[in-house]
Structures are given as C-alpha cells and as structure tokens.
C-alpha cells in the first residue's frame, strides 16, 4: 500500500475509473450481442430498431475515451454492413 497521500489518491481514482470503464465497455458488448443475435435469428425489424440504439452506446464510449474513436467507428461500420447484408437477403 502507498504511504504517499498523492498516491493514496491516485489508487482511489484509479479504481473509479477502472470500475466506470468496465461498466461502459460491457454495456458496448451487450448492446452488439442483442444486434448480433437478433442478425442470426433472422429478426431484421429487431436489428434495426436495436442498430441506433448500440451504435449511440458505441458513440458514447467513445467520447468518454473508453476506446478509440477508430475502434468505435470500425464497430459501428462492421454493424452496418451485418444489418444491410441481411436486410438485403
């Protein structure tokens, strides 16, 4: 354990941030899970109202800079083209 208050500080926030990170980067995960699985199941309807809904979660991460804004724009891009490629089968 750090004896340094500074230090003391910068764990406490450290863990904060850790913990905020984890929440934001699940809900990104849960979010493209629910579009992907409504994509295999054939529910194109679904996908759609669920497609704005992860790419503004996927936006959302982004400018909290819990990942990259390029990582964020490849999400939302590999989304698009699974949602345009079924909806046109």
């Known amino acids: 354990m750090a004896n ?3 230090s003391i ?5 450290t863990r904060k941030k850790t913990l905020r990170n984890r929440v934001v980067k699940s809900t990104v995960k849960t ?3 629910k579009f992907e ?3 295999s199941a054939g529910n ?3 996908a759609k109202k669920l497609y704005p809904r ?3 979660v996927i ?4 400018a909290k800079g819990v990942i990259h804004k390029n990582t964020a724009a490849r999400k939302k891009s590999r989304l698009a083209l699974k949602l345009n490629k079924s909806a046109a089968q």
Do not use: L
């Not at 500080?9 to 926030?13: A, L, S, Y």
């Not at 936006?59 to 982004?62: C, N, Y």
């Open 9 to 13: 500080k910068r764990i406490k926030v």
């Open 4 to 6: 340094i208050k500074s």
């Open 37 to 39: 699985d409504a994509i």
């Open 44 to 46: 194109i309807d679904e």
């Open 31 to 33: 979010f493209v899970k």
């Open 54 to 56: 992860a790419s503004h």
């Open 59 to 62: 936006d959302r991460a982004a």
